[in-house]
């Protein structure tokens, strides 16, 4: 199973932009790198889910380097609704979310 | 569209009792999901169902744990007995996979478990 590593936590204001890192030296060929976001007392909701260079979607974009050991969150304009833990899954999908694991995630805050 | 629902919200028993935990995916949803928090642990898979059919429950643990999924479509985890490491929270989650794509992981608001 690939391991990854995030920052625990950040911090961040209204309006800009966010970048999480995610780090998976390990990731095999058929893993997917997926992300996660979730609110005290729910359960996490999907954001975004990609494979190699950049997806975007209304929410977030994601970019894999060509190596695919890392991968970046980007949230563009942030407000306050966002803080929240987001989290990094390294897995293949289509094997069956067992293969994917929640680490400790990072704690993003927002501040007015 | 209904999401998933999860039942009861909250759950206080005493050790060695029982509880039964109820998830209704998605409809349409053929794979089905539980997984559990512990306290100030990480989120950890214990089963996928592919409709009625235990796909994987490598992460159950232990024979207290008992999921059916009875007729491919709502789904019970209950515990037998209870012990005070199983307070938690218990989530249950539903997915559509096609080709091509690995799709979303829907997840419901969790049923938290205190076992006192």
């Known amino acids: 199973l690939a391991k990854t590593t995030q920052p625990i936590s950040m911090d961040s204001y209204e309006g800009q932009e966010v970048n999480i890192t995610c780090s998976h030296n390990?990731?095999?060929?058929?893993?997917?790198i997926t992300w996660y976001q979730q609110f005290p007392s729910q359960g996490p909701r999907f954001i975004i889910q990609?494979?190699?260079t950049k997806v975007t979607n209304e929410v977030a974009s994601l970019f894999i380097p060509a190596d695919r050991k890392s991968s970046t969150l980007s949230l563009p304009r942030v407000s306050l609704s966002d803080t929240a833990v987001y989290y990094c899954?390294?897995?293949?999908?289509?094997?069956?979310?067992?293969?994917?694991?929640f680490g400790k995630g990072t704690m993003l805050l927002v501040s007015p | 569209e209904a999401g998933v629902t999860q039942f009861p919200s909250h759950s206080v028993i005493e050790k060695g009792q029982t509880v039964t935990l109820r998830c209704d995916p998605i409809s349409g949803h053929d794979n089905l999901y539980w997984y559990r928090r512990v306290m100030g642990k990480e989120i950890k898979f214990l089963l996928h169902?592919?409709?009625?059919?235990?796909?994987?429950e490598s992460g159950m643990p232990n024979n207290r744990f008992l999921a059916e999924r009875t007729g491919g479509t709502y789904s019970t985890l209950k515990v037998q007995p209870a012990e005070l490491e199983d307070s938690g929270v218990y989530f249950c989650a539903s997915s559509q996979v096609t080709s091509g794509y690995g799709g979303e992981l829907f997840f419901g608001e969790g049923s938290r478990l205190t076992v006192l």
């Open positions: 899954l390294v897995g293949d999908p289509f094997s069956g979310y067992s293969t994917l694991t």
């Open positions: 390990n990731i095999a060929t058929n893993d997917y």
């Open positions: 990609g494979y190699k």
């Open positions: 169902f592919v409709k009625e059919s235990k796909q994987d």
